[in-house]
Structures are given as structure tokens and as C-alpha cells.
């Protein structure tokens, strides 16, 4: 795939089961530790989601495609 004359990596790890998790456990940062991001996952943890606000960013941008995994690779297959 590309981008912009870019080469995308895609994540092995599914969009799917990133998005539920967020969805119903975003305020304990499970789909971030999902993704490998632990450093921020441990704050979501912390702070139930950034208070509720990052949760609501990670589940549109994971809906929409561009969320991220721990290595940059978007998070893309179903």
C-alpha cells in the first residue's frame, strides 16, 4: 500500500479487536496495551482514559484507520 509515495506498514494485530477492546475497556487502556504502546497504556490506566477523552479520540482513530501500533505500523486488518 501506499501513501503519498510513502510505503504504509500494516499491523499484524486487528482493527477489530483493537476497537472493542477500546470500546469496552478503553478506560483501562487495554487496546493500547494491545497494541504495545505500555507506556501509555499504564496511563489510561492511571487516569481511566485521560478522563474519558482519549478514550473517545482512540476509538475514532481506530475506526477511521489511523490508529498505531508500538512500531508505527497502522492498525488496518479487520
Known sequence: MSYDGNVVMESDKS??????????LG???IHRFYAGKIGTGIIWLLTGGLLG?????????????????KQGRLILRW
Open 15 to 24: 482493527r477489530l479487536a483493537c476497537l472493542l477492546l477500546a470500546i469496552f
Open 53 to 69: 477523552i482519549g478514550v473517545i479520540v482512540d476509538i475514532i482513530l481506530i475506526a477511521v484507520g489511523t490508529f498505531r501500533d
Open 27 to 29: 478506560f483501562l487502556g
